[in-house]
């Protein structure tokens, strides 16, 4: 096995990666900005380095740092967690260039799903159903008149190299039509410095319904069930919960098969994810691939008793996979709360400060990835998400009522939180009937207005 990895992100996930090492006998490298010298990660792994000051493109982002880091440390491996580097294909090159393992895919691979457009032609291809639209990216805005004319408005402009929700535009009709694409183009430009847009049908109050993968270098594909990731609010996830409310076994085998047929397709290896989209006839379609661990993975850990990080670490080593898809069974129900250092009652802004008061809940079935304690500062440069709550119980039900009181018991003094948004979402009749769809949080907040 390694003997030393560097993981090239900070926050909860950092603290994750570093707990895996441990389990697995790995020293753990951590690398931190100026700002983040008190964080967790820096100090809990075995060794820490600083790369560079508070803004990401002199840190977290600065792919030379990064990779001097690990070679002056002697890490063998690079985590790159999800967000920053993560889908990153010119670094996984100079990973693999520099004698470092890159723990995920081959950046040919994320080099051919990164490209959110170039991915569903490639899904198109492989017979996976895909969200109409235009075939890969729209060439001139007469070729994406004749597009949407063809979908039916309303349709989305979207940002081929797009991520955590941004760069998503509704247009509504023809003559606004050409002013999104070139709003879309600006954003998209300043945002990931990529100006490639594509054309996708609106879909009219569908699921978010994801399928976990993981494959290693042998060619073993599985899937580990799904996740439902419908409660969104401008179109990122805010609560997740596995398995989905609506998806049957026959359908979960379905999207199981069509998602390890999309990673064959690419030859891909490491844990990934495979979006569709789910409407009312239950129809799916692909909607893009993220390559890498995801927010959300520890639902499906729970549910299926597998450790993602681990495995994700031995495949990147060289190992086989330890189960077959014969073995993934899922067991109870899993639900996931995000806790955001925000202010709910003013549009969400991020609420940075010093956390004076910090506690958390706990008992059966309870398990916090978090990266803040008692003292710390929240600073601004980063993602407001401080802390992931997760619980599972052996039925849907159980597990929303232990939500429900683990969030009563967390508390969080210092800065604002969405702990209460949170509980209150968790006592909707909407979402304990399990029948709520992607536009219902946004139609919720609309009607208390
Ligand atoms: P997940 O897909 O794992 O549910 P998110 O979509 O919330 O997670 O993204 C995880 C993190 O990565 C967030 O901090 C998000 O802002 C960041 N992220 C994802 N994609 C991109 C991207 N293309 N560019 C910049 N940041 C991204
Ligand atoms: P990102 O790369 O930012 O994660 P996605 O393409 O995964 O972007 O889309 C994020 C969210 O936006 C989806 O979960 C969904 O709620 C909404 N969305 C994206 N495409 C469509 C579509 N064609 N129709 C309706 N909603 C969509
Ligand atoms: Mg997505």
């Not at 977290?60 to 491996?77: D, H, K, P, R």
Request: glycine content about 8%; proline content about 4%.
């Amino acid at each position: 096995m390694f003997k030393k990895i560097l993981i090239a992100n900070r926050g909860e996930i950092a603290v994750r990666i570093i707990r895996a090492c441990r389990e697995l006998g790995i020293r753990s490298v951590a690398v931190y900005s100026t700002a983040d010298r008190k964080s967790l990660h820096a100090q809990i792994a075995d060794e820490a380095v600083c790369i560079g000051p508070p803004a990401t493109k002199d840190s977290y982002l600065n792919i030379s740092a990064v990779i001097q880091a690990a070679l002056n440390t002697g890490a063998e491996a690079i985590h790159p967690g999800f967000g920053f580097l993560s889908e990153n294909a010119d670094f996984a090159r100079l990973c693999e260039k520099s004698g470092i393992v890159f723990i995920g895919p081959s950046y040919k691979s994320i080099e051919m799903l990164g490209d959110k457009a170039a991915a569903k032609e490639t899904m198109a291809d492989a017979g996976v159903p895909v969200i109409p639209g235009s075939k890969g990216a729209v060439k001139s805005i007469d070729e994406a008149k004749e597009i949407a004319r063809r979908c039916g408005y309303p349709v989305l402009v979207k940002a081929s190299a797009g991520g955590g929700g941004r760069g998503i535009r509704r247009v509504d009709s023809e003559n606004e039509l050409e002013a999104q694409i070139i709003m879309a183009q600006q954003e998209a430009k300043n945002f990931f410095g990529d100006d490639t847009v594509y054309i996708e049908k609106f879909l009219v109050n569908p699921h978010h319904v994801e399928i976990q993968i993981m494959a290693d270098k042998q060619g073993n594909v599985i899937y580990l069930g799904e996740r439902d990731c419908s409660m969104q609010r401008r179109n990122q996830k805010i609560l997740e919960e596995c398995p989905s409310p609506i998806v049957s076994p026959e359908l979960r085998k379905r999207m199981g098969e069509a998602a390890v047929t999309s990673a064959r397709q690419c030859g891909y290896y490491n844990a990934g994810t495979i979006e569709f989209l789910v409407d009312e006839n239950r129809d799916f379609y692909f909607m893009e691939m993220n390559t890498r661990i995801q927010v959300e993975h520890p639902i499906t850990e729970e549910v299926t008793g597998f450790d993602l990080v681990k495995a994700q670490i031995e495949v990147a080593y060289g190992k086989p996979l330890s189960v077959k898809q014969e073995d993934i069974q899922l067991r109870g129900h899993a639900i996931e709360c995000r806790i955001n250092a925000e202010n709910p009652s003013q549009n969400f802004r991020p609420s940075p400060g010093t956390i004076d008061a910090l506690y958390v809940p706990g008992g059966p079935g309870i398990r916090i990835d978090g990266a803040v304690y008692q003292g710390y500062t929240i600073t601004p440069y980063y993602d407001s998400m401080i802390s992931k709550l997760i619980v599972h119980a052996s039925d849907r039900n159980e597990a929303i009522m232990k939500m429900r009181w683990a969030l009563s018991e967390f508390i969080v003094s210092g800065v604002d939180t969405n702990i209460d948004f949170q509980l209150e979402i968790i006592k909707r009749p909407e979402f304990i009937s399990g029948n709520y769809d992607n536009g219902f949080l946004t139609r919720y907040m609309e009607s208390k207005k």
